[in-house]
């Protein structure tokens, strides 16, 4: 798994596609955050390595900063804050690295270069057995068994994204291979065999209300999407997380 950053910044493109480029050289996943929630939002699902944080957009909350610093609760991303005056980010502390917006390309590299990768999460025997049987559980529910192929498929990558929440930016690049490998079958059949799993549970749910959750419609016949592969199973993690 590669190294995973984060870039908040409030619609400064130029910024985001020099970061972007720079990021994809040194085979980091960059995610691109808007708004301070949603920032939150990746913080603690994605456990990123980098936080770039564009001081020309967004005021540094340092009190938040520091609460969610004396939790421990979370792992602390490195945060690197661009800024057209650097030198009038007053406040210190060995976490944060303050680079001149106009010219950080060098600084950022370094810092990327340096920057050791997290480790995925390590889960006991018994805790992945727990997963399994939540997961059992609510396919059971929504109708599905282990005659469907996507089964499986489907439990192995909720353990894997528990494990490693970074991996749900790489479902395609990542997650489809690792299963594929593990069960000696083309990539393709992995991704249409779960397809095909959420098709028949949009079909067949015993529990419409928690399909309905799922897929964000009303009722289970009318003419909304069934959800994708990525939305379905990230939804799962959430429940049996």
């Keep these: 798994m590669c190294k995973s950053a984060i870039l908040f910044s409030k619609k400064d493109y ?18 691109y955050c808007l708004t301070f929630p949603e920032l939150l939002n990746n913080v603690i699902n994605l456990n990123p390595e980098i936080i770039f944080y564009d001081l020309e957009t967004n005021c540094f909350p340092i009190e938040i900063y520091k609460q969610f610093k004396e939790t421990k609760i979370f792992p602390l991303p490195k945060i690197v804050a661009l800024s057209l005056e650097p030198e009038k980010f007053e406040y210190k502390d060995e976490n944060i690295f303050v680079f001149n917006k106009n010219n950080f390309a060098n600084d950022v590299i370094n810092i990327l270069a340096l920057t050791k990768e997290k480790e995925a999460k390590k889960i006991t025997p018994e805790k992945i057995e727990e997963i399994k049987n939540k997961t059992t559980k609510i396919l059971s529910d929504l109708g599905l068994t282990t005659k469907y192929l996507g089964y499986e498929y489907i439990r192995d990558l909720v353990i894997n994204i528990i494990q490693d929440k970074r991996l749900l930016q790489s479902f395609n690049k990542k997650l489809y291979p690792k299963i594929a490998i593990k069960y000696n079958t083309p990539v393709n059949n992995i991704e249409r065999n779960i397809r095909n799993a959420i098709t028949v549970a949009s079909q067949r749910s015993k529990n419409k209300m928690l399909f309905d959750e799922i897929s964000g419609r009303g009722t289970l016949f009318n003419a909304g999407p069934v959800p994708s592969n990525k939305q379905f199973i990230t939804w799962l993690v959430d429940k049996v997380s």
């Design 14 to 31: 130029s910024l985001g596609e020099a970061l972007r480029y720079i990021c994809r050289d040194q085979k980091v996943n960059l995610v």
